[in-house]
């Protein structure tokens, strides 16, 4: 996998997570409040400053009441449609 399309991936994830909590009209404060942890905490993986690792992942997507097994299909079909859409 090259560098870019890890780049890609990561940026997909990022988005989906924002998107999650913006269609669930969820503020940063409030995802971070059910997490019990700062909103920056929030800023930070939604902006790429911090990655997530899949323990985090699971417990901010719980967060959301979206499974991870939704999401991963959701984040799954969001990559291969950016792949299709770089190469044109």
Known sequence: MSKRQITRAQHTFRELLKELRLAKEITQIQLADRLGLPQSYVSKYET???????VETVLVCDALGVSVDEFARVFSNKLAKAGREKRG
């Open 48 to 54: 790429g400053e911090r990655r997530l690792d899949f």
